[in-house]
């Protein structure tokens, strides 16, 4: 089992732990989430199939006593010093792994106050895959540019994001300045990142990518700046204009192909700004098409 899933296990009270490190070992650390519904067999995705956990004894179902009992020990039994992470859905463990969670969502004025009477758990695993990023690093540094990462849903796309911030950070030494929205890229716990990112890397966590954008650019100096998926008009803007102080990005865009881009006013208007110098598609076998960006539409 891989170091950063040993503790996965210990999320779950008997008889899901068990059985819960008996499917990791068996799958050879290739499990990407576990899930828990309230009323129904827990199960874990892999290869995009939703797979049954079978723990003794037969007929188990999840129930609200176990879904409070993960969330509880994921807080590390501080659920006051977990509020803020759980009122965006989700708390990190160590190891990087998200804990998204829904419920019954209860309401601020300013907002989601917090989510309580849990219905479902989703446990995703973080996996580091050094080199992973290999084909496009060596692409992008034999004349640097911004690159900027598609695929459809559970290709990789943050797996090979994060090794592009973590060999643009230590194979040749440059600043790279990460806003990690959802906290899925650097997983930071007590500042600590819990997922290899590069020494020369600096951490905004939690922020929002169009003020973390333009935080990083007036206050870090970064060489390259690190964000995972573009979504919407206010990203764009802010990709834009820091374009212009010189600043490369490294960034993800979540369609199905290539072709999509080019629809989508959003990513419309990036490729219209020449905002990045290459694009880099995962293919459905989870290779990597690794091209300049003029040349990816003729």
Request: proline share 6%; net charge neutral.
């Amino acid at each position: 089992m891989e170091r950063t899933l040993e503790g996965i296990p210990n999320l779950f009270p008997e008889p899901l732990r068990s059985s819960v490190a008996a499917r990791l070992s068996e799958k050879n650390g290739e499990i990407e989430e576990i899930r828990l519904r309230n009323g129904f067999p827990p199960t874990c995705l892999y290869g995009q199939r939703e797979l049954p956990i079978q723990p003794e004894p037969p007929g188990f179902s999840v129930d609200g006593k176990l879904l409070s009992e993960v969330v509880t020990r994921a807080s590390r039994y501080s659920a006051y010093a977990v509020q803020d992470q759980l009122r965006q859905g989700f708390l990190t463990i160590p190891g990087g792994h998200r804990l998204g969670v829904c419920g019954r969502v209860i309401l601020h004025e300013n907002g989601i106050h917090s989510i309580s009477e849990f219905q479902s758990l989703n446990l995703r695993i973080a996996h580091q895959k050094i080199g992973v990023a290999d084909p496009a690093t060596n692409l992008l540094w034999s004349e640097p540019g911004s690159a900027l990462i598609v695929g459809s849903p559970g290709r990789g796309k943050t797996t090979v994001l994060r090794d592009l911030i973590r060999q643009t950070s230590d194979r040749f030494s440059q600043r790279v300045g990460l806003v990690d929205e959802r906290g899925e890229l650097a997983a930071c716990l007590d500042g600590i990142p819990q997922l290899r990112i590069g020494r020369h890397t600096d951490v905004l966590s939690g922020c929002p990518k169009s003020v973390g954008i333009e935080l990083l650019v007036r206050t870090m100096n970064p060489n390259w700046i690190a964000v995972d998926e573009i979504s919407s008009e206010w990203d764009a803007d802010v990709l834009i204009r820091a374009s212009y102080t010189g600043v490369r990005f490294l960034a993800t865009a979540h369609v199905w192909k290539k072709a999509d881009l080019q629809y989508r006013p959003v990513y419309r208007r990036l490729l219209e700004a020449e905002v990045f110098a290459y694009l880099i598609e995962i293919l459905p076998d989870r290779t990597l098409s690794c091209e300049r960006m003029k040349d990816a539409f003729r």
